[in-house]
């Protein structure tokens, strides 16, 4: 039997990536570009890209993958695309791309950065003017909006564009660009809307979808105004909302056939946020000492996809409110299933940060070089040295008495506190490369407990959370797996393929699209259609899920009891920063006279 393949493309923060998978799961070959991020020098709150320049780089890394495994493009049968949640501005009528930059509209200035970044964090005070509404809706995302949501920035492109050009945008979620850029068709993602939209679906509470008395409230009442025709539209009336791997339209058109090296007509899937492609390409095989899995033991597998920031992913029978914690998102991926979200907007960021302010990092950098090796490798190497020269009993003694807190960005969860910053109590008058390993383990250290903080809240709530599934680049980071093991005393599930896990969950979504195109045989234009098929499909997703990814190794807990002890008392000092931090900013204010 001929062998058939599918591609998965991953667009992260920084780069998109393509990887050509067979129906196996195996990852055939990989291609990846970089994308460009523009920062304003006076406005550190600034983050754009550009969706042609993301579509230039997904259709180069395609005809790479093409290329280099020599595969017939008639072979591949489905595509899938994740992204980040990143908001992305077109034109209504012509599907061109629309400015997002401050200031730029009056100017005449070249159309290029269409994207406001997940991580642009322009949009505080509207997200503050909606959290004060304290709606009931607000529940559905942890009782907190989060300003890296799309609904915060298209206020704010409301608040701050001339009022006919806002009116005369289209707004989509980076994915559900991706799709549209793709087929042509207009349909949207549960994924997309639900987690970043304030889309409530339809049989929660007396949710209408787009819940009009909400955007009216909140000053969106252009979209109530046009049946929310600007953001996807009603479904069943104007718009079609799609589950994760539903075919959309009639697969990729000819224009972007063209572009990426395909045939016409070649499946896609409806798209999903880059974290939940990871979920989707981690979560569903056996561990060790498991023969088979079900859909009902990821309710006890914690998705955590940890890369420039972190995301962590579970999923649930009935929907289950952690403060903080976004969601519980229904339909996110599997239908009539809810996800909860917890997330860390600087992780693998961090760790650089760290590394590239601290005085000794060119030196670091230099002696990596001379060695042959990275710097990440050879900071573990100096730490292992520090523990034999010091006689420490375990590596955390030597951060004992270093107290570092991470959240130099801001609070994603649990607190979902944009004013939170980093502390780090413990330094020294010391400029060596051992000084530099040091900061470096304890913010390794301070991630995990942030890890542990966010785990402990899911299951106080209501979930079983028992083990964690990594996927993204920092599962590389040995020693930051082994520290997460160990904060949160359980298993670490490390991915087969390490680089390769997030966009493996895309590539399966493809072939759930391809799958479902031949059964189904025609394309999906009706929400009832749409609903019909997804619910029908959940099964048949899970078992691709099986079928086509694969369990790495596991990382036990392994710290000892005195261990145990110290990284206990860590994360309770962990909490204290955070009251501390909370405590002098509201006497700051309150001595400023300022609320």
């Given amino acids: 039997m001929t062998t058939q393949y599918y591609i998965g493309v991953d667009v992260g923060t920084g780069s998109a990536r393509a990887a050509l998978v067979s129906d196996k799961g195996d990852i055939v070959a990989e291609s990846t570009y970089e994308t460009t991020t523009w920062r304003d020098d006076r406005d ?16 180069s890394a395609c005809k790479d993958v093409l290329r280099d495994s020599k595969v017939d493009p008639a072979t591949v049968r489905g595509i899938g695309f994740d992204a980040t949640c990143s ?17 730029s509209w009056d100017k005449g200035q070249a159309v290029e950065r269409d994207i406001i970044l997940w991580a642009d964090h322009r949009a505080h005070a509207e997200a503050k003017l909606i959290n004060s509404t304290k709606s009931k809706w607000l529940n559905y995302v942890g009782k907190t909006i989060s300003l890296e949501m799309e609904v915060p920035k298209m206020l704010w492109l ?8 806002f009116s005369s945008c289209m707004f989509f979620d980076l994915p559900d660009w991706l799709t549209y850029r793709a087929t042509g068709d207009l349909a949207r993602s549960n994924c997309s809307l639900g987690c970043k ?43 079609l909302i799609l589950t994760a791997g539903q075919p959309v339209g009639q697969g990729l058109s000819k224009k972007a056939a063209e572009e990426l090296g395909l045939k016409e007509g070649t499946a896609v899937g409806s798209a999903v946020i880059d974290a939940y492609a990871g979920w989707v390409g981690t979560v569903a095989p056996p561990m060790e000492g498991q023969k088979e899995t079900t859909l009902d033991d990821a309710a006890h597998r914690l998705a955590a996809i940890a890369g420039t920031s972190t995301c962590h992913i579970v999923q649930s029978k009935e929907p289950v409110f952690v403060t903080g914690s976004w969601g519980p998102y229904k339909h996110a991926l599997f239908p009539d299933y809810w996800m909860n979200e917890g997330g860390q907007s600087s992780t693998g960021q961090l760790l650089d940060f760290m590394i590239d302010t601290h005085p000794a990092s060119a030196k670091l950098k230099q002696m990596a070089k001379e060695k042959g090796t990275n710097h990440f490798a050879l900071l573990t190497e100096i730490l292992d040295e520090m523990v034999k020269e010091k006689g420490a009993p375990f590596m955390s003694y030597l951060t004992r008495d270093m107290y570092l807190y991470p959240d130099l960005h801001g609070n994603r969860s649990p607190l979902a506190d944009v004013d939170m910053r980093g502390m780090l109590i413990g330094m020294q008058l010391d400029k060596t490369v051992g000084d530099l390993a040091l900061r470096y383990y304890a913010t390794g250290e301070a991630i995990a407990l942030q890890t542990r903080q966010i785990i402990d809240g899911m299951n106080a709530s209501g979930h079983k959370i028992d083990s964690i599934f990594m996927s993204g680049g920092l599962v590389k980071n ?60 959940k099964e048949r997703l899970w078992d691709l899920m099986c079928r086509m990814s694969r369990a790495g190794s596991t990382i036990q807990p392994s710290a000892s009891d005195k261990e145990k002890k110290l990284l206990d008392q860590k994360m309770k000092i962990f909490v204290e920063m955070i009251d501390l931090q909370r405590r002098w900013r509201k006497e700051v204010r309150e001595a400023l006279d300022e609320q």
């Avoid at 550190?44 to 259709?59: A, P, T």
């Avoid at 949710?207 to 046009?226: M, P």
């Fill in 44 to 59: 550190k709150d600034i983050f754009e890209q550009s969706s042609n320049q993301i579509w230039s780089c997904i259709s």
């Fill in 197 to 239: 939209c304030s889309y409530v679906p339809p049989g929660v509470e007396d949710s209408e979808g787009w819940n009009r008395s909400f955007f009216s409230q909140i000053g969106l009442d252009d979209f109530v105004k046009n049946d929310f025709i600007q953001v996807g539209g009603i479904p069943g009336k104007n718009g």
């Fill in 478 to 537: 040995r020693f930051l797996m082994s520290l997460i093991s160990d904060i949160c005393n359980m298993p670490v599930q490390l991915p087969y393929s390490p680089s390769a896990s997030v966009v493996l969950g895309s590539a399966i979504l493809g072939a759930m699209a391809h799958n479902e195109a031949e059964r189904l045989g025609k394309k999906i234009v009706s929400q009832d259609e749409a609903e019909k098929s997804s619910f029908g499909m």
């Fill in 158 to 165: 409301k608040n701050h564009m001339p009022s006919s050009l």
């Fill in 87 to 103: 908001l992305v501005v077109a034109d209504i009528k012509s599907g061109e791309p629309v400015s997002v930059t401050p200031n």
